[in-house]
Nanobody, 118 residues
């Protein structure tokens, strides 16, 4: 059973940086995408960044070049480097992975909180 754990969140000032990590245990990331989402209470969950097994990446429009997603399959890790953080980036950041094997299997971590203050 795949388990995802995120860490690296915290409180930073506007313009600061954070590096989030998502580690897989119990199994390994497959070639299907690993995605960072973020959630603010009362708002819809939104895609932050996604990376495939071929290292193809995709970002939410609001990222505007400030974030970089990478993966290290040898360590079962996916990272999200976030620069020039804004108060609007404050959210719970969640790691997600899925794969198909007859059925679709979805896995979520518990999230790591990011708070950006001005």
């Amino acid at each position: 059973q795949l388990r995802l754990v995120e860490f690296g969140g915290g409180s930073v000032q506007v313009g600061g940086s954070l590096k989030l990590s998502c580690v897989a245990s119990g199994s390994t990331f497959t070639s299907y995408p690993v995605t960072w989402f973020r959630q603010v209470p009362g708002k819809e969950r939104e895609l932050v960044a996604q990376i495939t097994g071929a290292d193809t990446t995709n970002y939410g429009d609001f990222v505007q070049g400030r974030f970089t997603i990478t993966r290290d399959d040898a360590k079962n890790m996916v990272y999200l480097q976030m620069e020039n953080l804004k108060p609007s980036d404050s959210a719970l950041y969640l790691c997600h992975h899925y794969y198909y094997s007859n059925y679709r299997y979805d896995y979520w971590g518990q999230g790591t909180q990011v708070t950006v203050s001005s």
